[in-house]
């Protein structure tokens, strides 16, 4: 526990940019989740109107770039 505070003083830009990965990542699987049960709906006629196929799309890259500048971070580049 104490190893943890010490890295969040540490490194807060990282801490920061691994948070916001993380928040990223977990709405790209909501929405791939969203998409997954569009597309097994009963009623055909029922489509919506959110893009979650796009959405899921966009959020893992945003989540793959904040996790890349994370890591550049840490390693002091």
């Known amino acids: 526990m104490q190893a943890a505070i010490i890295f969040v003083e540490l490194y807060p830009d990282v801490t920061l940019l691994a948070g916001l990965a993380l ?3 977990a709405v ?3 929405a791939g989740l969203a ?3 569009r597309s097994r709906r009963t ?3 029922r ?3 959110m893009p979650w ?3 899921s799309i966009i959020c ?4 793959a770039s904040l996790a ?3 890591w550049k971070d840490w390693m002091g580049g």
């Open 23 to 25: 928040a990223c990542l």
């Open 28 to 30: 790209s699987v909501a």
């Open 35 to 37: 998409d997954t049960r």
């Open 43 to 45: 009623n055909l006629d």
């Open 47 to 49: 489509v919506g109107f």
């Open 53 to 55: 196929r796009t959405l």
């Open 60 to 63: 893992l890259f945003v989540a």
């Open 68 to 70: 890349y500048l994370a």
